[in-house]
């Protein structure tokens, strides 16, 4: 979660001039009264607590930890990223903007009543309360971080107005060990969650198949008034805490199916979270500056070249030596969609079927 990843992203979209194309806002922190639409009174008190005190922590409610230590000023830093995914969703419902995104945001594993996975409040799980407490019915959240969206799918479990879409690599191989196919909601609101649990080494055919057997009718379905969609960059072959082999060609391809989706069924209404990623420099930056570009109207063609002044600052504030273009090499990706057949062999196609047949027949639809 090193903070490098977030400058260089914005240093990258300035230097593509997207900066030009957008309109770059400040949002408040979230207020307790806001944070309280997901989080318990006593867990926003003991993360006060741990921000002025750091050394007291002592890993209760998740603080304190090897994943969540405390620090001096968390608690005020973790309200306004939750402020900019809640303001980022308050311009979209009041039309004040049609796409909004905030990379700093995607922090999905964090939960009502404790910290986990790097991340203290949960901003998407806020903007999505703050879009119901607005009158939003229906709300859709797709999520393809490596990492399962758990604390989204917790906050909205017994919500029918919320379907929470995750894919992630399986939880057998990988961090937070939910996700399953057979999570599908609570009793008064079964199908509203949807599992894709990807095998380790999934890469991008398999993963973009995955996304479109699932997603897209799915979505179709549900007709959702806004969508909001969490990007984490860590599904990269080059990311170090995970397993899976996508690349960012691939990643911008969902990133424009996301953006297809919300103009096809949310009357356009889209609001984008980055997430988890830990290659900072080689892939992070690249992959939501696609997705800023996306938003923006301005997609960035693959094969483009990076300016000279970002690598030149990369490398001053790294050491690193950065990438030349918005490639990984492999565009155009492509992959067989699912009326294309069923591989009973293939453990992707395994997958699938697995979250079509757990899932679907919850809502009415056909496996």
């Known amino acids: 979660m090193d903070p490098v990843r977030l400058a260089l ?15 770059v806002v400040s949002a408040k922190p979230a207020g307790e009264s806001t944070l309280r639409l997901v989080h318990r009174e006593d867990y926003i008190e003991a993360v006060k607590a741990a921000s002025a005190e750091p050394d007291a922590a002592d890993g209760k409610y998740g603080l304190g930890t090897l994943d969540d230590p405390a620090f ?24 004040d ?4 995104v905030n990379f700093a945001g995607g922090l999905h594993h964090a939960m009502p009543g404790g910290a986990s996975g790097f991340c203290i409040y949960n901003d998407a799980s806020l903007a999505i309360a703050r879009l119901l407490e ?13 990492h399962h969206g758990d604390g989204v799918q917790a906050a909205f479990w017994e919500d029918p107005r919320v379907l929470t879409i995750s894919l992630h690599e399986h939880p057998q191989t990988l961090f937070p060990q939910t996700g399953w196919p057979t999570e599908t909601g609570a009793d008064r609101a079964e199908g509203s969650a949807v599992n894709v649990a990807l095998p380790a080494g999934t890469g991008d055919a398999g993963w973009l198949r995955a996304f479109h057997a699932v997603v897209p009718e799915l979505i179709a379905d549900f007709r959702p008034q806004v969508l909001v969609t969490q990007h984490g960059a860590d599904t990269h072959f080059e990311d170090p805490l995970a397993h899976l082999a996508v690349s960012l ?9 996301c953006h297809d ?49 970002w690598r030149q600052e990369v490398f001053a504030r790294t050491r690193q030596l950065a ?23 293939d453990r992707l196609d395994q997958a699938v079927l697995a979250t079509r047949k757990a899932a679907f027949p919850l809502r009415g639809m056909l496996p």
């Open 249 to 257: 060609d691939a990643q911008r391809a969902v990133q424009l199916a």
């Open 72 to 95: 001096a000023g968390m608690h005020e830093v973790s309200a306004l990223i939750a402020g900019q995914s809640v303001g980022a969703a308050e311009a979209v419902w009041h039309g």
């Open 323 to 345: 990438p030349m273009r918005m490639t990984d090499g492999r565009w155009p990706v492509s992959w067989a969609d699912w009326e294309s057949g069923y591989d009973p062999a």
């Open 261 to 309: 989706l919300a103009h096809q069924y949310a009357d356009g209404r889209w609001v984008a979270l980055g997430g988890g990623g830990y290659a900072v420099v080689d892939v992070v930056p690249r992959s939501w500056t696609h997705l800023v570009a996306i938003a923006a109207g301005r997609p960035l063609e693959p094969e483009s070249m990076i300016p000279e002044s």
């Open 97 to 100: 903007a049609l796409h909004a």
């Open 134 to 146: 607005l009158g939003a019915e229906r709300v859709a959240y797709i999520d393809v971080d490596v």
């Open 9 to 23: 992203t914005r240093r990258l979209v300035d230097a593509f001039g997207l900066d030009r194309e957008i309109e």
